[in-house]
C-alpha cells in the first residue's frame, strides 16, 4: 500500500529560520505567501505552506519565538540577579547594538521593525509584538528597581521614567542600525545614554 500523507521535502526549522530572515527584512504585511513560498526550503506550494504552518500568521509566531530563544536572547542579561543592575543594563545595551549591527543577518531588531510594517487590521500580530515589548520594557524596570532597593539610585529615582528611557533607547538602535549605522557608533551612542544613570546615582554607590 502506498504511503498516504505528506512527505515534507524540507526541514521545518530550518523554515522558520528562513522566514524569520525573511520577516527580519521586510516586516510582517510585506513578506507576501508568494515570497514564502518560494524561499522556504526550496520552494513549497500553497497546500504544503499551509500543512505545515497552517498560516501566515501561525509561522509569525514561531518565527517571534525562534528570534527570541536566538537573537533575542541579548536581552536576557536584565533578569540575572547576580549582575549590577547597571551591569545588567550595560551588558543589554551593547549586546543589542551589536546584534542588530551584524552582517549576518538583516539589520536592526525584529520586534522593534515589524510593528511599524503591521496595520490594525493586523491587531493580534500587534498585541503579540506588544507583549514582547513589554516584558523588555519590564526588564529595565526591573533592574533600576533592584538598583533603588540596592541604594546605587537615589530614592526619589522615578524608576518607571528611567526603565523607559532605556528601552526607548534600544528601541530606537532598530532604526539606527536599518540606516546603516554601524556597531561601533551605536556602541559610542550607548556610552553616551549610559551617562544619564549617572544623575541618579547616590554619592555612597
Known amino acids: 500500500m502506498a504511503q498516504m500523507g505528506r512527505p515534507r521535502s524540507f526541514d521545518r526549522d530550518e523554515a522558520i529560520r528562513q522566514a524569520m530572515f525573511l520577516f527580519w527584512q521586510h516586516g510582517f504585511e510585506s513578506t507576501s505567501l508568494a515570497l514564502l513560498k ?66 549576518g543577518h538583516p539589520s536592526g531588531c525584529l520586534i522593534a521593525l515589524s510593528v511599524n510594517t503591521c496595520s490594525p487590521s493586523n491587531e493580534h500580530i500587534r498585541t503579540l509584538l506588544a507583549t514582547q515589548r513589554q516584558r523588555t520594557r519590564s526588564g529595565f524596570l526591573r533592574c533600576v528597581v533592584r538598583a533603588k532597593e540596592a541604594g546605587e539610585l537615589a530614592a526619589d ?18 532604526t539606527e542600525a536599518r540606516d ?14 549610559l551617562k544619564v544613570w549617572e544623575r541618579f546615582t547616590t554619592k555612597a554607590a
Open 38 to 103: 518560494a524561499r522556504l526550503g526550496n520552494g513549497i506550494t500553497a497546500p504544503s505552506f499551509y500543512a505545515a504552518f497552517g498560516s501566515k500568521e501561525a509561522l509569525f509566531e514561531e518565527v517571534v519565538d525562534c528570534y527570541l530563544s536566538s537573537y533575542g536572547q541579548v536581552n536576557d542579561c536584565l533578569w540575572d540577579d547576580e549582575l549590577r543592575p547597571f551591569d545588567a543594563i550595560e551588558q543589554a545595551l551593547r549586546a543589542s547594538a551589536k546584534m542588530q549591527t551584524d552582517p
Open 157 to 174: 529615582t522615578d524608576a518607571r521614567a528611567l526603565a523607559q528611557t532605556f528601552h526607548s533607547f534600544e528601541t530606537g538602535l532598530s
Open 180 to 193: 546603516g549605522a554601524t556597531g561601533e557608533e551605536l556602541d559610542a551612542a550607548v556610552t553616551a545614554a
